[in-house]
C-alpha cells in the first residue's frame, strides 16, 4: 500500500485515501466586556480570516447581557488552511492527545469540532479549551469506507 502524504486543493492524502474538507465554520461569541473591534482584529489576523467574512448578529446572552454572534462560513480551501494552520500551531502534547480523542471531535456526518481559547488566541497561543471558546467546525467529506478512514486520516495529520 502507497503510505504517500500529499497536501493539495483536494485534501489530505493517506494510503490513496483523501481527506477532502468541504466546507468550515468559525463562531465565537463577543461579550458587552470584550473590545469587538479588537478582538475581530486579532482573530483575524491569528487565523488569517479577512475581517470582510466575519457576521455579526446581535443578541441577548445568558443573563440578558448584549453579546454579538460572530460566524465567519469558509469553503473547502478555506477550511483546509485554517484547519493545517491550527495543526501546527497546535503543541505537540495537545496534538497527541487530540489524535487519541479525535473520534469525540467527530460526528456521524463527517464533521470535525475544535475550541480554541480565545483569550490566548489573542495571545498568540492556539490551546484547546471548552471555557468561552472560538469554535471550528470543519466538514471533511468521509469515504465510502466510512468513518474509520477518516478518524485515521485526522490522526495521521495531527501526528506528522
Known amino acids: ?37 479588537k478582538l475581530l482584529e486579532g482573530i483575524s489576523m491569528r487565523l488569517d480570516v479577512p ?15 448584549p453579546i454579538q454572534i460572530t460566524k465567519v462560513h469558509l469553503g473547502h480551501a478555506e477550511s483546509e488552511a485554517l484547519l493545517k494552520k491550527i495543526v501546527r500551531g497546535l503543541a505537540m502534547g495537545e496534538r497527541v492527545i487530540l489524535a487519541k480523542e ?8 463527517g464533521n470535525l469540532y475544535l475550541r480554541l481559547d480565545k483569550q490566548e488566541l489573542l495571545l498568540g497561543k492556539l490551546i484547546l479549551d471548552e471555557k468561552d471558546p472560538i469554535r471550528i467546525k470543519v466538514k471533511i467529506k468521509t469515504s465510502r469506507r466510512g468513518r474509520e478512514i477518516t478518524v485515521q486520516g485526522c490522526q495521521k495529520l495531527l501526528l506528522e
Open 51 to 65: 475581517l470582510e467574512m466575519f457576521e455579526q448578529k446581535k443578541a441577548d446572552g445568558h443573563f440578558g447581557n
Open 102 to 109: 479525535i473520534e469525540n471531535h467527530l460526528d456521524a456526518d
Open 1 to 37: 500500500m502507497n503510505n504517500t502524504l500529499s497536501y493539495g486543493l483536494v485534501g489530505y492524502k493517506q494510503s490513496n485515501q483523501e481527506l477532502i474538507f468541504r466546507r468550515g465554520e468559525i463562531s465565537f461569541f463577543i461579550h458587552a466586556t470584550e473590545d469587538s473591534r
